[in-house]
């Protein structure tokens, strides 16, 4: 006698609950769907737990013990198969957990919107006048139209400025898009913040229709945010445009774009950390949809798939350079002097045609201040933290803490004098604005939110991505602070700088000088050649005999010495390198628990994630049985951007 069964992918953090578990289905609950919210029990817990139907069988064996399915949540499919594949790929690659990843992805019910959800949407076409501009746009491009026809993979610079008729980022990825819906597919378009977002928005008016627009916003309330998602459940077409999680959207997409792939907001800051490209990849190659990979600049990781043949590069067929001009540390007449005569010119004369962008590392008055002899710098003294002015003449503020030092003194040399060392947005604009009397000064910052700007007069001091848009341009870019923004102690900060001033160069009118200031080196060179493929083959080319990521694959593990120790020790078998383990090291602030590192070829990354997901999962289930233990005994983390010990 044989009888249905369930099998379910329960919704638990726990990483020995990541697997397929069989529950009997009872005759009273009629036809249940693949895909379908069920509430199950879990004995070990003594509860009813949501979980997802992912498999339904026939079983002969009607006699083994089997938990039943409790009820049926909801009888709309919103985990279909395809989804499910790729969360499982994708978490399987991370070392991390299928349910993880699509509690990113399926919003929770709102039965409100289930209950008034028809999934009889029209399919939407774009317009004769909508095509025609986007084959324009595509046609500024080499063989653009060919991968988007034959579902291929490029990495595609952006062409730079900002002036009537000149086609911007957003036009190529909304061309794309427009491409590919008249083909009967959806498109899946990918930007790491609202910014970007609102620009794409309104970009895509042009190209495709209203109703083939379904936004994946985390400003969106949660009712918003499911019907978006039931809409992409249906068959008819649409374009989804979102931040990172949007690259799950249950579509079938015949293309994947991503912009800015290097934003670091693209990044899953939540376990299992999946990168919205790596996921693009995957999804890519599981789809065989066209994947575009847009941007000013080029990551490493963009150029070791073009140099490996995985990506096509992707340039227009007519490049527009900017006119970027140098000025070294060793050209300011003062060591203190942030702003070369040159540039300082260039400002002058540009403000009177129209608004200058003035880039600055910080916002602020003055986050960093000094001890006035010693020059060594100030702290806090209860935490340590870095000591901060919010205006010339203020009390000031630690940084961390938030306390007031109003009675500071240098313990170095005891000295009760502070001194700027720094110069925030605040304090640039203060300068500035003595500067240029009569001219506007505008400050865009986390603080001082500013989309646009007019065309009129104005100095716009603005802190690196909250660059406002100006409608044809700004007239000038000086780009200050660099010396400083390449001193941070990262990995990949020189990658990080060339795409902050690629894209504030980008927003500069054609013709329109960029002055960099005292940067020299092979950033600069690379900045005021717009050579971004040739600076991320030379940095892939240093980072080689390190085995430092994007060329090798990184694993960070952190926990208990033991349990580290022990996930260390399954790896041995595992025919590595001898050099590839890092560590363990103790954790900086927390005396219990270390960390390590592992460095492997992407040919074995198979194998180790597996390992690392059953050591993860070995000491989990020893830490349950152990009752005693309340911090997680190991977490694995792989492809981190920034390996430091």
């Known amino acids: 006698m044989s009888r249905r069964i369930a099998r379910v992918l329960l919704e638990s953090p726990l990483p020995q609950l990541d697997r397929l578990f069989d529950y009997a289905l009872p005759e009273e609950l009629g036809e249940v769907p693949r895909g379908v919210r069920v509430r199950v029990p879990l004995r070990t817990a003594g509860r009813l737990v949501d979980a997802y139907v992912v498999e339904i069988a026939e079983e002969d064996d009607a006699e083994r013990p089997l938990s039943s399915v409790e009820t049926v949540v909801s009888t709309v499919p919103v985990l279909p198969d395809a989804l499910y594949r790729l969360a499982?790929?994708?978490?399987?690659?991370?070392?991390?957990?299928?349910?993880?990843?699509?509690?990113?992805?399926i919003p929770k019910r709102q039965v409100r919107v289930e209950k008034a959800w028809k999934a009889d949407a029209a399919t939407p076409v774009p317009t004769p006048e909508?095509?025609?501009?986007?084959?324009?746009?595509?046609?500024?491009?080499?063989?653009?139209?060919?991968?988007?026809?034959g579902s291929g993979r490029a990495a595609v610079e952006a062409i730079p400025g900002m002036?009537?008729?000149?086609?911007?980022?957003s036009d190529v990825l909304a061309a794309s898009a427009a491409q590919v819906l008249h083909s009967g597919a959806s498109g899946?378009?990918?930007?790491?913040?609202?910014?970007?977002?609102d620009r794409l928005l309104a970009t895509l008016a042009e190209f495709v229709p209203d109703e083939a627009i379904v936004r994946f916003d985390s400003r969106q309330t949660n009712p918003d945010r499911y019907r978006a998602f039931l809409r992409s459940l249906e068959d008819a077409p649409c374009i989804v445009v979102g931040n990172r999680s949007a690259v799950y959207a249950p579509v079938r997409a015949g293309l994947i774009a991503i912009w800015d792939d290097g934003d670091p907001l693209l990044g899953e800051p939540l376990a299992p950390y999946v990168h919205a490209r790596d996921a693009a990849l995957l999804r890519q190659e599981q789809e065989d949809s066209a994947l575009l990979l847009v941007g000013h600049t080029r990551t490493t990781d963009a150029e070791r798939l073009v140099a490996h043949g995985w990506l096509d590069d992707v340039r227009a067929a007519r490049r527009v350079l900017p006119k970027v001009l140098l000025s070294t540390q060793q050209e300011l007449e003062q060591p203190t002097q942030r702003v070369h005569s040159s540039a300082f010119a260039a400002a002058r004369r540009a403000v009177e045609e129209g608004p200058v962008l003035v880039q600055v590392a910080r916002p602020g008055f003055s986050p960093t201040l000094v001890c006035a002899d010693c020059r060594a710098p100030a702290r806090c003294l209860p935490c340590g933290g870095p000591l901060g002015a919010r205006h010339r003449g203020a009390v000031p503020i630690c940084g961390w803490c938030g306390r007031s030092a109003r009675a500071w003194h240098c313990p170095s040399c005891s000295s009760a004098q502070l001194r700027l060392a720094a110069s925030g947005s605040e304090r640039t604009a203060d300068e500035l604005g003595r500067a240029f009397p009569g001219v506007r000064v505008i400050i865009a910052d986390g603080?001082?939110?500013?989309?646009?700007?007019?065309?009129?007069?104005?100095?716009?001091?603005?802190?690196?991505?909250?660059e406002p848009l100006a409608e044809n341009g700004y007239s000038a870019v000086i780009l200050l602070d660099g010396s400083r923004m390449l001193q941070a102690p990262d990995l990949r900060i020189g990658e990080s700088c060339l795409r902050w001033w690629s894209?504030?160069?980008?927003?500069?009118?054609?013709?329109?000088?960029?002055?960099?200031?005292?940067?020299?080196?092979?950033?600069?060179?690379?900045?005021?050649?717009?050579?971004?493929?040739?600076?991320a083959r030379d940095e892939l080319s240093d980072r080689a005999p390190l085995h430092l990521p994007p060329v090798n694959r990184v694993a960070l593990l952190e926990g208990l010495p033991a349990s580290v120790e022990r996930g260390l020790a399954s790896l041995r078998e595992i025919p590595l390198p001898p050099d590839a383990v890092l560590g363990p090291v103790p954790i900086d602030g927390d005396d219990e628990r270390v960390r390590a590192l592992v460095r492997f070829e992407y040919g074995a990354g198979s194998v180790v994630a597996t390992t690392l997901r059953a050591a993860v999962v070995a000491e989990a289930v020893k830490r349950r049985r152990g009752r005693g233990q309340v911090r997680i005994p190991l977490s694995v983390r792989l492809d981190i951007l920034d390996p430091e010990l």
């Open 88 to 105: 499982r790929r994708a978490a399987e690659r991370a070392a991390g957990s299928a349910s993880d990843i699509l509690r990113l992805v």
């Open 130 to 149: 909508m095509l025609t501009r986007s084959e324009r746009v595509l046609g500024e491009y080499t063989r653009l139209n060919e991968i988007l026809d």
């Open 163 to 169: 002036s009537e008729g000149r086609v911007r980022w």
């Open 188 to 197: 899946i378009l990918v930007v790491p913040d609202h910014r970007d977002l």
């Open 447 to 466: 603080t001082h939110p500013v989309e646009s700007v007019s065309d009129k007069p104005a100095l716009v001091i603005a802190t690196r991505g909250a």
């Open 503 to 535: 894209n504030a160069a980008a927003l500069a009118a054609p013709g329109a000088p960029i002055h960099l200031v005292g940067v020299e080196g092979r950033v600069g060179r690379a900045l005021a050649t717009w050579n971004h493929s040739g600076f």
